[in-house]
């Protein structure tokens, strides 16, 4: 019964990303073509959520659902990493035409060739998996 409620966000947030048209090909297009300010948008206010919860979680010590304070460690200072990481994500994304979140949300709206992208999104992590030792981190 406590898994029912992760399939109920699950549920709930990819009919926000449905609604919203986030998980659209023609709007995630017209994004990388700097043609509309959409997509932009969605992302910046789950920036701002994140922010501000992240600030809320910090200031009054929220604790984790074991009743255990939430830890958020500082991010190490390095540029490459972030960039090559960036420039990879976002070449998949511009590429393909959706980012890993919505795949599963595409499959179950009936878009069936989006399993060879999430083929390619699982071969893509084990290929990270078996080269993480060797990447910088």
């Not at 926000?16 to 948008?41: C, D, N, P």
Request: net charge positive; hydrophobic share 50%.
């Amino acid at each position: 019964m406590n898994v029912l409620k992760y399939f109920l966000v699950g549920f709930l947030f990819g009919i926000v990303l449905t609604k919203s048209e986030a998980v659209s090909w023609y709007r995630i297009y017209e994004m990388f073509q700097f043609q509309s300010f959409h997509m932009y948008g969605i992302i910046g206010v789950a920036v701002a959520t994140g922010v501000i919860g992240v600030q809320i979680i910090k200031r009054k010590n929220i604790k984790d659902i074991n009743g255990l304070p939430i830890e958020i460690l500082d991010k190490e200072n390095s540029s490459i990493r972030y960039l090559v990481g960036g420039i990879s994500f976002g070449l998949g994304w511009a590429l393909v035409g959706s980012c890993p979140g919505p795949i599963f949300i595409l499959i179950g709206a009936g878009f069936l060739p989006v399993i060879i992208v999430l083929i390619g999104a699982l071969i893509g992590t084990v290929i990270y998996g078996a080269l993480r030792s060797k990447l910088p981190h």
